[in-house]
């Protein structure tokens, strides 16, 4: 992680605004990389046409367009309508203003949430569900600089769950208190319709009532430490197998989706069927709910938040001791799947060249205490030296340098 991704993940610079600053290190946590990371494309072709076709919010889109669609085309600016997950599902804008979102990839069927983002106008509405504004520099990504944003929720009538979000992304202008305004009143004009429709039986979003249909909340994910995954996702637990462990962990490394070939190449570290994996991913699917893990690519069609991504989100702010108190152990310590052996490789790694760089006696104590850092000969040694001459642990220090030296010779 760069000292620029680290800088931002412990607040920012002086002044900047704390709505802005926690985005940041909601950004930095999901790994977004903020020197060139492009928003992946979840959605396209006819899976995308599919979807919105049944979106509820495919009934109200002429209604933003025209209040709001227009008026953006003027200014030379464009307006999105995504999904509760983040998923823009209209942009709209002049034709050469679409060109130019082309290479921020704020396209339709693109990934506006922060963890696939980082901070944005969209994103942040979403995860606040309420209006946001993300002025040019605001954004995680220098990508984005040359753009503002402001967005607002679109909630059901009737439950109060958010259905998604409506944007006007462009210029500095976009960023002004008029342009906010005007977006939350064509979000609330789009709830009016939407209550409108239901009350008079209108059928919405391919047979359901708004709300109906939504993608799954955020997706959580344990695996330090653990022989096998544990997954929590709309209020449910599961302790999943090592393969179905191994699988999640290859995917919510991999937000952009894999092909059957690569995943098999991720999980598996011998030569495997097709039929075998698509047999995992049936079972998969089963379990966690279709809406989660979707096919052609396989991928994880909700947010996640892992037990590593925070540890590593502790490390790109400075806080290693926080780093080394989520830090629950090696991830899947028995799995051989090339995913998870790198992924592991690489956290391990980290955390213990950061508590080594911190210098801090107690953090080396509590690294050699653990069942992965009992035998780390540098550590001990490191910890003998940074250890007050008085301290009781000297002894035990120079006791396990002693032998570890003798087991080596």
């Given at each position: 992680m760069s000292s620029r991704t680290a800088r931002r993940g412990a607040?920012?610079?002086?002044g900047v605004r704390s709505v802005v600053a926690e985005s940041w290190l909601r950004s930095s946590a999901a790994g977004v990389d903020p020197e060139g990371h492009l928003p992946p494309v979840v959605l396209d072709g006819g899976d995308l046409a599919d979807y919105r076709t049944a979106h509820a919010l495919s009934h109200v889109f002429p209604l933003l367009y025209d209040v709001l669609g227009r008026a953006a085309v003027?200014?030379?600016?464009?307006?999105?309508v995504g999904d509760a997950s983040g998923h823009l599902l209209w942009v709209a804008g002049a034709r050469h203003v679409l060109r130019r979102a082309e290479d921020i990839n704020f396209v339709e069927g693109s990934a506006w949430n922060e963890h696939s983002a980082g901070t944005n106008a969209p994103g942040m509405a979403l995860h606040l569900d309420g209006p946001a504004v993300v002025r040019a520099g605001e954004h995680f990504n220098r990508l984005v600089h040359p753009w503002s944003c402001a967005?607002?929720?679109i909630h059901d009538p009737t439950t109060s769950a958010v259905l998604g979000v409506v944007d006007i992304t462009g210029g500095p202008d976009v960023a002004s208190p008029q342009s906010l305004a005007m977006i939350r009143a064509a979000a609330r004009m789009a709830e009016s319709e939407l209550g409108r429709l239901a009350l008079t039986g209108t059928v919405l979003g391919g047979g359901e009532h708004p709300g109906a249909g939504l993608g799954p909340g955020v997706v959580r994910v344990r695996g330090l430490g653990l022989p096998e995954a544990v997954v929590e996702v709309d209020g449910r637990t599961h302790r999943l197998s090592r393969r179905h462990s191994?699988?999640?962990?290859?995917?919510t490394e991999n937000p952009r989706g894999l092909s059957a070939e690569q995943l098999e190449t991720e999980v598996y570290p011998g030569r495997v069927t097709s039929s075998t994996l698509r047999a995992e991913m049936t079972r998969l699917r089963t379990l966690l709910g279709p809406e989660v893990m979707l096919s052609r690519p396989y991928r994880v069609q909700a947010e996640t938040e892992t037990d590593w991504s925070g540890v590593l989100a502790h490390l790109a702010a400075g806080r290693v001791r926080d780093a080394l108190r989520a830090y629950k152990g090696p991830l899947l310590p028995g799995s051989e799947a090339p995913a998870v052996v790198e992924l592991r490789?690489?956290?391990e790694a980290r955390v213990r060249a950061a508590v080594l760089a911190s210098g801090e006696a107690d953090l080396m104590v509590g690294w050699t205490r653990s069942r992965w850092g009992a035998g780390?000969?540098?550590?001990?040694e490191r910890q003998l030296d940074a250890l007050p001459a008085a301290s009781p642990l000297r002894p035990v220090a120079e006791a396990e340098v002693a032998r570890l030296l003798r087991d080596d010779a």
């Open positions: 607040g920012g610079p002086d003027d200014c030379d600016a464009l307006m999105a967005a607002a929720p191994e699988i999640v962990v290859a995917l490789e690489v956290l780390d000969l540098e550590m001990w």
